[in-house]
């Protein structure tokens, strides 16, 4: 499965409504750590329509730093 935010197809399905009724899946992708509800709007789940400034289409996630770096341990 496609991911809407990096576009690999490295998206699965981790989650069903627990009522069984289908209402909705959440989807995760392997590859960003991304993940999305099927019932979400279009802006989010149509990567056509999602604001270019969250994709990371084209983006070398390894070249990516970590968003909270983490302190040195005090002794």
């Known amino acids: ?3 809407v935010r990096c576009l690999a197809e490295t998206a699965t399905v981790v ?11 959440i989807y995760s992708c392997s590859r960003c750590n991304y993940a999305w509800r099927s019932s979400e709007p279009e802006s989010i789940t149509d990567p056509q329509k999602r604001d270019p400034f969250f994709q990371l289409d084209g983006v070398d996630l390894d070249e990516l730093g ?3 770096p983490i302190p040195p341990l005090e002794a």
């Open 66 to 68: 970590s968003p909270l």
């Open 15 to 25: 989650a069903h409504a627990p009522d069984g009724s289908g209402a909705w899946e």
């Open 1 to 3: 499965m496609r991911c």
